[in-house]
């Protein structure tokens, strides 16, 4: 492998690695009280298979964009890659919405526009290379199975006349 190959690769890999270590610090991701007091779906992962998935997926797409960087970079895929970048920066807001702002449904509105990015980014990625269409398939039944969570989440902690939108006990209500 070419060095500028090789640097290209360790670059595509590492944007996806820091967008999403950098998104981690929107909240206390899975350990705040707030997302300890959510009623969650009985298909919910456990609090550790997270990192471990996203991790995988990261790296994942890192390959899959690099693959079709390959193929002429921005001057031959510039949309292509514009909608890797955008599903990317979907995939940064969403933390914040759900565990920085306590907004479930802000969030599952984010997560519906990212499965519909990474969809055509799939699509998109097909036409130029195949590998690195399937690179993505993980990706998207991941963000799939974090949407009906995300959905449960939000229709449970609407339903719940003890907590606001910010998470926090309403002063109002008949349980205080």
């Known amino acids: 492998m070419e060095l500028v190959n090789a640097v290209s690769l ?3 890999v590492a944007l996806p690695l820091g967008l999403g270590f950098l998104g981690s610090f929107a909240g206390d991701v899975g ?4 997302y300890k007091q959510l009623k969650k779906p009985p298909w919910t992962p456990p609090n550790w298979a997270f990192p471990v998935a996203w991790t995988i997926l990261y790296i994942m797409m890192g390959v899959a964009a690099w693959h079709v ?3 002429g970079g921005f001057e031959k895929q510039g949309i292509v890659l514009g909608v890797y970048l955008f599903q990317l920066f979907l995939n940064l ?11 479930p ?3 599952f509105a984010d997560i519906t526009l990212l499965w519909f990015a990474i969809a055509t980014n ?4 097909w036409h130029v290379e195949p590998v690195a269409a399937y690179l993505l398939v993980p990706y998207i039944v991941w963000v799939t199975l974090a949407s009906t969570i995300n959905l449960y989440v939000w229709i449970h902690y609407v339903n ?3 907590y606001h939108v910010t998470g926090q006990p309403d002063r109002h209500s008949k349980s205080s």
């Open 93 to 103: 807001l969403w933390t914040p919405l759900f565990f920085g702002m306590h907004n």
């Open 69 to 71: 960087w390959l193929h």
């Open 31 to 34: 350990v705040s009280d707030w």
């Open 160 to 162: 719940d006349t003890q």
């Open 122 to 125: 799939i699509y998109l990625f």
């Open 105 to 107: 449904g802000a969030a």
């Open 10 to 12: 360790i670059l595509s």
